[in-house]
């Protein structure tokens, strides 16, 4: 009779679950009966699980104020890996920037018009990336973006 359900263990949860069986296929409008959960520390935060048992699959819709956040944090799942992907690319600007201006000063005699704008690209490229990896991050942390870093990092695209 439990087949398809979620199985808790008493011993590492210590708090109050509900249970709502969704039939493999067909429509279902359901809502959970006495859906708020009391806890007895007032945290504010509760934990949803849902198991989808079915080999097909079912779309899920939740009503209502809620959050979602994974063990990693506020980021959503499809972004998670651009995080460490701008935060890797600012590394590399960083240091191409680095290295191209101590190059610049060690020739400063030979030094042509058209790499002062070379090095204005790198340095642009590097605000971009900074900025783009610090709202994933600050996302990521808190559960918010920054209205400055998102709104910054993407204005640099224009450039």
Same mark, same amino acid.
């Given at each position: 009779d439990h087949k398809g359900r979620l199985i808790i263990d008493p011993k590492t949860f210590k708090g109050e679950?509900?249970?709502l069986t969704v039939p493999a296929s067909g429509k279902l409008e359901e809502t959970i009966k006495y859906g708020k959960i009391d806890e007895k520390g007032e945290t504010g935060k509760y934990v949803l699980v849902m198991a989808?048992? *079915?080999e097909k699959?079912?779309?899920v819709k939740v009503d209502g104020k809620y959050e979602w956040k994974s063990k990693h944090g506020y980021l959503p799942g499809n972004l998670f890996g651009e995080l460490y992907f701008f935060v890797t690319l600012t590394v590399i600007y960083f240091l191409t920037f680095l290295w191209y201006s101590i190059?610049?000063?060690c020739?400063?005699? *030979?030094?042509?018009?058209?790499?002062?704008w070379i090095l204005l690209t790198i340095f642009i490229g590097l605000l971009e990336v900074f900025f783009k990896g610090g709202d994933f991050f600050v996302w990521n942390e808190d559960g918010v973006r920054l209205w400055f870093a998102m709104y910054t990092g993407a204005s640099f695209i224009k450039f």
């Open positions: 679950h509900r249970f989808n048992c *079915s699959g079912r779309n190059s610049m000063k020739n400063e005699d *030979s030094i042509i018009p058209i790499q002062q």
